[in-house]
């Protein structure tokens, strides 16, 4: 029988929870995969449904985790790559329970597997992804989206808006703190003293001096001149988003500031997309995820999942948590 609430491990080593995701996604199988992977890495506690780990092709004999299985899956009917609500609730159950066992310190970090916003949706939960959940659920003031990958990392100032909804969204208030979140996260996390950063323009070439749009000249240059006396070091920008991300890419700069989602994701898709992860600043404990979506296409094939974006996501929560700690 599969592990059911096992007693989590007091070893020295960081304890990661990982939760499932949606169920009938690609979370069960990369979760294999990249424990098999990662098995004298740290102390890894999953929370998901036991029977759906077996059908994604899960051996008793090879189990590299302490599985806390809900049981909260339907067996009859099951199949990978469905959009359903009662698998968007499962996955928000997970997510509970993860809530619980960073609680009472049973795990000291979170890594969650990808959901689906249209299942969660279905199951009748207002949460417009992880990042909303967590927020609520630890009554968090002020959370940002820490985008990387091996080659760059970008923090989000706004996260899934409409496009055109993006400007009215920038405020002073909103972008000094969002700012000041990053600047902490890359000495908390990181271990950065001095963080480089540089941020982007909304408009393009961030506005030519304001002849395509004003939002550089009336708000972001004005909040980056008041950071700039508030911490005494370089905050370059507004910097046109192209120039920004090659420099970045150049090592001239340890985070970019983005002003909107695609800003900072196509870039990071293109360039080593398997080691993207998003994590979440802001919070009371280290939380990160894959920088991928569900994967229905492909859910359920366990030859076809890949767990490097998972991988990654697993490494840098448990070297942001050590950080942390040190802090």
């Known amino acids: ?34 424990t098999q992977e990662l098995k004298n890495y740290a102390d890894i506690v999953v929370i998901g449904d036991g029977f759906v780990l077996k059908k994604a092709g899960l051996k008793l004999r090879s189990l590299n985790f302490r ?16 959009i359903k609500a009662e698998y968007g609730r499962a996955a928000i159950e997970y997510l509970d329970q993860a809530m619980r066992l960073l609680k009472d310190k049973e795990i ?7 959901i689906s916003k249209q299942a ?8 417009s992804g992880h990042t909303e959940y967590l927020m609520q659920k630890t009554a968090s003031k002020n959370v940002l989206m820490m ?13 899934h808006i409409p496009l055109k909804k993006v400007s009215s969204a920038l405020t002073k208030q909103e972008m000094t703190g969002n700012i000041t979140l990053v600047i902490q996260g890359l000495k908390k996390l990181f271990g950065i003293k001095l963080p480089r950063l540089v941020v982007c323009g909304l408009n393009p070439h961030a506005s030519d001096a304001g002849i395509i749009g004003q939002e550089e000249e009336k708000l972001i240059r004005p909040v980056l001149q008041g950071l700039r006396k508030q911490f005494n070091f370089s905050i370059d920008g507004p910097m046109s988003a192209d120039i920004a991300i090659q420099k970045a890419y150049q090592n001239k700069y340890d985070c970019v500031i983005a002003m909107y989602h695609d800003q900072a994701l196509i870039p990071l898709k293109l360039i080593s997309p398997q080691t993207g992860v998003n994590l979440t600043i802001g919070l009371p404990f280290v939380r990160t995820s894959p920088l991928h979506g569900t994967a229905f296409d492909v859910a359920g094939n366990y030859k076809k999942a890949d767990p490097s974006s998972l991988i990654a996501a697993i490494k840098l929560a448990v ?9």
């Open 1 to 34: 029988m599969i592990l059911k609430r096992t007693p989590i491990s007091k070893s020295c080593r960081i304890k990661v929870g990982i939760t499932l995701g949606d169920p009938s996604g690609i979370g069960p199988a990369i979760i294999l995969k990249a």
């Open 67 to 82: 599985l806390i299985d809900l049981q909260n899956v339907r067996q009859e009917g099951f199949k990978f790559g469905h």
């Open 108 to 114: 000291d970090c979170l890594v969650t597997c990808p």
């Open 120 to 127: 969660i949706k279905l199951a009748g939960c207002s949460y």
């Open 147 to 159: 985008l990387l990958n091996e080659k760059l990392r970008f923090s989000l100032l706004t996260r």
């Open 319 to 327: 070297e942001c948590t050590k950080n942390q700690k040190k802090d």
